[in-house]
C-alpha cells in the first residue's frame, strides 16, 4: 500500500485547505485510514480518522472545524481543514490501518500546513 499526500501550504488564521491521499496498492483491504500531524520538534499526535464502514473520529481540538472524507471509487482520503489555527501548524501525515485504527501499517510521506496569525 503507498499513501501520497497532496494539498498542504501556507495560510492566514481563519483560512481553509484541503489535503487529500491518494491510496494504491490494495486499497480495498484497508480497515482504517488516518490523519496525523507533527508539529515541529513535537511529537507525532492523530488528528482524524475514517473506517472502512464510514465511522468518523476526530481529536477534540479539531471537532466542528476539519471534515475527514473517503472517496471509495477513486481510493482518495480527504481532510477539509476549515477555521484554521496557527496551532495546526505541522507536517500532516496520511496513515492506513489494516485491521485497526489503533496500529497503523502504513504512513505517507506528509504534507505541511503552516498557518499564520
Known amino acids: 500500500v503507498q499513501l501520497v499526500e497532496s494539498g498542504g501550504g501556507s495560510v492566514q488564521a481563519g483560512g481553509s485547505l484541503t489535503l487529500s491521499c491518494t491510496v494504491s496498492?490494495?486499497?480495498?483491504?484497508?480497515?482504517?485510514l488516518s490523519w496525523f500531524r507533527q508539529p515541529l520538534g513535537k511529537q507525532r499526535e492523530w488528528v482524524a480518522s475514517?473506517?472502512?464502514?464510514?465511522?468518523?473520529d476526530y481529536v477534540d481540538s479539531v471537532k466542528g472545524r476539519f471534515a475527514i472524507s473517503r472517496v471509495n471509487g477513486k481510493n482518495i482520503l480527504t481532510l477539509q481543514m476549515n477555521s484554521l489555527k496557527p496551532e495546526d501548524t505541522g507536517m500532516y501525515y496520511c496513515?492506513?490501518?489494516?485491521?485497526?485504527?489503533?496500529?497503523?501499517?502504513?504512513w505517507g510521506q506528509g504534507t505541511q500546513v503552516t498557518v499564520s496569525s
Open positions: 496513515a492506513a490501518g489494516v485491521r485497526t485504527c489503533g496500529l497503523t501499517d502504513f
Open positions: 496498492g490494495s486499497p480495498g483491504n484497508i480497515y482504517c
Open positions: 475514517h473506517k472502512s464502514h464510514g465511522k468518523t
